[in-house]
C-alpha cells in the first residue's frame, strides 16, 4: 500500500487530498491538510472520488460514433480523430473559420492542459465562435466590469472583512466563494466560523433559508427577482446617512449625483414592498454595512439567474463601491499568487464596453464579454440565414442543450449542426445528440496543476498532480484531443498559460507546438508552471503542495488615478426605471428557484449511486403551507407551468423556504420529460426557461431563477 498526494479536481476548490493505492488500484481517498491553505477537508464529492473512479458512475470507456440509424457504435480514438479533423478541415476550407464553434462547459475548467489546448486551437484556428457556462452562469458581474469598470487592487479577502453580504449564494453546499461570493471555496463552514468568531458579520439575502444561513447573522429572505430594489434602498439609506466612503468614492468614482438622483425614492420601505421582506431589516443590514470598515457586498447565481440580472449585479456591486470594499494601498494581499503571480494596485480601472465592438453576432447585435459570445446566442448562430454561420460544434465537457434551457429550441437549432462532438467523460443530453462522442480520461488518470485555483486560495499555494493510473485504452486526455485534431488539421499551436481578461493573441509567452512531434503533458506542466514563484522541480518533489518562500505583499499605491468607476451609466438607469415601473402582479402565484445538491455538479455524479440514492428525483420543493393552500400533500405529483412550458415534478415540503417559493436543482432527468418524473429520474427545470423572449440586454442571459409559476395537482396521482 502506497499513499499518494494529490488534488481533488471534482470543483474549483481544488483541496488538497491523500490517496491509498494498492498494486496500482485506487483504494480511498483522505483530506490531507499538511500544507493546503483550507487545511485538511474533503467535501462528499471529494471523499467519494475513488468511488467515482472505479465505476461508481458509468463513465466512458470507448469513443462512440453515431450511424445514420442514429446508433451508436464504439470506435477507435484514431478513427474517430481521422473522421473529425477531415470534418473540420472541410469545413474550414468551404466556409472559412467561423463555421466552427466550441462550447466549455464545467467538466472543462479542471482539466488544465485541456482548456488551454483548447483555447490554442481556437486561437490557431480564427474563430470567434467561443462559448462558455459563463454566460449563463454569473456573466452579469462581467456585464457589471464592462458598464461599471474595475478596482485594480480587487476585493478584500474574507479573512480580512468585517462585515460580508451575500445575495443569493450558498457556499457551505456549493464550495462556491472568491472572487464573487467572497467566501472561501474549500472547507466554507470552517472559514465562516472563524471568521465569526474573529467578529465578522455575515448578512444573507436568499428566499430560502440555506446551510450556509447557519451562520448568519442577519436573514433577509426576499421574493427572487428584486435585488436591484433591495441594493438600491441599502444605497438610498448609504446616501441619506451618509455613511457612504466619502473618500473612496470622491477620488475614484463617477456618476454620484445620478445614484442620488435615482436612489432618491428607492426607500427601505418601497423595496420592501416590491420584496415582500421588512424595511427594517434593509434598515439594519445599511447600517451595519454603513458603520464597518472593510466591507465586501457580493452574490452567487440567485441574482445573476433572476429577472432584470445585469441591473441586480450592477446595483450589488454599486453598494460595495459606496462601501469602498475593496483593498487599499499598504493593505496585506494574502493570496499574491503562485503559478500566476500577481501584483494589486489601489486604482480604478475606467469601463470598457467590449461587447460594443467587433466581432458581433450574427443572430443578436452584441460582441464579445472577456472574449466570448452569449451561450444563449448558439442555437440562433447555427440557425442564422448568413454563410458565417455555425456548422461544427465541439462541446468540451459540457451539456449545453441541458443547461441553457429550452430544449424544444435548442435541440432543433443543433440537429442542424454538420458536426457535433461532445468531448466527455460520461454520456449526457447532448452527448447523445452528437456525431462523436470521445471519452474522456478522468482526473487520476493525468497531468494537472492549480492553475485554476491559483487566485482563488485565501492563501498562496501550488501543488502539481502527476498521473496515478493508467487512463484506458479507449480514452483520450482532454488536451490530446485538440492537439491530435489540430495534428491532423496541419495547424501548428501555441500553447500559453492564459488566464480571465486576457486576449490569448496578445499574450507574449508561448510554446509552439508542431503537429509532428506529440507534445509531452509533464513538459506542458513544467512550461505553465515556468512564471512561477516555485520551480516547476519542487513541485514534482512536494505533491503535497508548496507555498512560495516570498515577503508579504501589499497593495501599492496608484501609478494614475485617472480611471474611474461610472457608478450609473444610462442604460443602467433606463434598466431600473424600467424594473420600478413592472407590475408586482404578473398573474402567476409563485416563483421557481435554483438550488443545487451537495453530491453532484450540476449533471456530473448525479448518477452515481451515492447521489441516486439520496436524490432519486429533483423535487420541487415548496414551502408547506403554499402547498396545504394548494391541496398538495407530500410527495404528490405536479404540474408546473410558465409563461414558456409545463413540466411535471414531485412536490416536497420544505419549511427552510419562503412562501411564495418553489425550488428546484436543474440537470435532473430527461431533456424532455416524459410525464413522469420518477420512471425519469427527475424532471428538467430548463423546459420553463425560454432562450427567445425575456433575454436580457448584453449577455442575453435566459431566466433560471425567478421564473413566474403556476403549480396545479396531477390529477391521476
Ligand atoms: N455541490 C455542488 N456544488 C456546486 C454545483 C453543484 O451543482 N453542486 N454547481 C457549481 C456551479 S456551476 C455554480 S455556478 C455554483 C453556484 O453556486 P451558488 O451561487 O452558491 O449556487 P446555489 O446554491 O444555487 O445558490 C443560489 C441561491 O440563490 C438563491 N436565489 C434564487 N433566486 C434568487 C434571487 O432572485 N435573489 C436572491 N438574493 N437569491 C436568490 C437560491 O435560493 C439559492 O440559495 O456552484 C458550483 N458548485
Ligand atoms: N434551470 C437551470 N439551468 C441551469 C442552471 C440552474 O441552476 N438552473 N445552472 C447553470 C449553470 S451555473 C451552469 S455552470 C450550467 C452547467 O452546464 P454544463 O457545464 O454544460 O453542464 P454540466 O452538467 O456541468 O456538464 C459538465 C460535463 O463535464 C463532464 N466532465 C467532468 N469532468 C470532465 C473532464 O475532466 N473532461 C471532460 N472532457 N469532461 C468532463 C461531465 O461528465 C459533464 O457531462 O448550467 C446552467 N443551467
Ligand atoms: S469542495 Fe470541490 S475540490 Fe473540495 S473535495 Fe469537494 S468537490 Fe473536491
Ligand atoms: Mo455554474
Redesign the pocket.
Known sequence: METVRTFCRN?SAACAMAIEVDQGRMISARPDGAVSPYGAYLCP?GLASVEFHNGAEDRLLNCLARSADGAFAPIEPEAALDAIGAKLAALVAEHGPRSVAVYHG?GAYRSTLGGLMERAWVSALGTPNFFS?MTI??SAKWVTMARMGTFASGRHAMRDLDVALL?????V????GAPF?LMESGAPSRALETARARGMKLIL????R?ETARHADLLIQ?L??H?AAIFAAIAHVLLRDGSYDHAFVERWCAGLDDVRALVAEATPEWAARRADVSAAEIELAAKWLGDARKVGVG?????S??AHSNLADHMIELVNVLCGGYRRAGDLVRNPGTLRPRSFTEMAVSPSRGFERKPKCLSADTGQLLGEFPSALLPGEITANSPDRIRALIVFGGDPLKAMGDPALASAAFAKLDLLVSLDSRMNETGKRAHYVIAASQPFERHDLTLAADALYPEAFAQYAPPIVAKPQGCLHDWEFFWEVSARMGLPLIFKSWSYGQRFEDIARGLPLSPADRPDPEALCRFLAGEGKVEFDSLVAHPEGLRPDSEPAFVQPAPDASGKLQLMPADVAAEFHGYAAEPLDDGYPLRL??????????GAFRDSRAARKRHPVNPAWMNPLDMADLGLGEGVLVEIASPHGAIRAVARGEDRLRRGVV?MSHMFGPLVGSGDPIADGGSNPGELTSLSEVLEPINFMPRF??IPIRVSPVSEA
Open positions: 470543483c464529492k464545467t457556462t452562469d454569473q445575495a443569493g449564494g450558498n457556499p453546499v456549493t464550495h462556491q461570493a439575502i436568499d428566499p430560502r440555506t426576499p427572487p427577482g435585488d452574490s452567487g447565481t440567485g441574482p439567474f433572476s428557484t435554483c438550488r443545487r445538491v451537495l453530491h453532484a455538479l450540476n425550488s431563477s425567478g
